[in-house]
């Protein structure tokens, strides 16, 4: 069966450090991936959405990147993390043809 | 553009039904599902539905659209404490890859 693994749970910066938060999947081959932020007690923004090794689409400008050097893993950085960057980031990936997302568990980032 | 509309907020009574309403406004949209938030966790997919459906049931949830009024609404029957949750209502446009998501409706259930 597929499962998606994301970690660290939660993690605590100061302004100015770099970020990175992995996910894997397992049990799929050339899945869509995706990463999400939530902030407190709002919805879903679609952050990078990729459909293949080394395809990346951006959806909202800002310090935040996004790379999947192997087709089942999907990493997102930053070089200098802002107040702003703080919220719960989701991993997702899709087999698409609308079967519906399935999520890692989050990654609770605070930049202090 | 793409945006799905739902209210904050539901407060029901422990064996009441509860109904969570959802407006989209891609007419294009293919998929459409909700989605069930616990708190400090990912999203879970509770159910979805083709575009070209007006009702799906499964156990306790059943899911109404209304492609005219481009209306989606999740009907949790005998409610329980443990659906304490946020509920995400969310579409697929055809072709895309991307899912659009509403802020989320918190439900609350009163014992």
């Known amino acids: 069966s597929q499962t998606i693994h994301q970690w660290p749970a939660t993690l605590v910066q100061p302004v100015g450090s770099p970020l990175s938060l992995e996910c894997t999947v397992e049990g799929t081959s050339n899945p869509n991936l995706y990463w999400y932020r939530q902030a407190a007690g709002r919805g879903l923004q679609l952050l990078f959405y990729s459909v293949g090794i080394g395809q990346i689409s951006s959806e909202v400008p800002q310090n935040l990147s996004a790379s999947r050097p192997q087709d089942r893993q999907f990493i997102l950085s930053s070089k200098k993390l802002l107040l702003s960057d703080s919220g719960f980031y989701l991993c997702?990936?899709?087999?698409?043809?609308?079967?519906?997302?399935?999520f890692g568990s989050g990654t609770r980032l605070t930049v202090v | 553009g793409e945006d799905v509309e739902q209210s904050l907020f539901l407060s029901v009574r422990e064996g009441d039904s509860s109904v969570i309403n959802c407006t989209y406004t891609?007419?294009?949209?293919?998929?459409l599902y909700w989605y069930k938030q616990e708190p400090g966790a990912g999203l879970q997919l509770l159910t979805y539905?083709?575009?070209?459906?007006d009702m799906k049931q499964d156990q306790r949830l059943t899911v109404l659209l209304n492609k005219k009024d481009k209306h989606l609404s999740l009907r949790i029957a005998d409610t329980q404490t443990g659906d304490s949750a946020i509920y995400f209502c969310a579409e697929t446009p055809t072709g895309g890859f991307k899912t659009i998501f509403g802020a989320g409706t918190r439900l609350f259930v009163k014992a």
């Open positions: 539905i083709f575009s070209n459906m």
């Open positions: 891609d007419s294009s949209s293919t998929y």
């Open positions: 997702a990936w899709s087999p698409g043809g609308g079967h519906g997302y399935t």
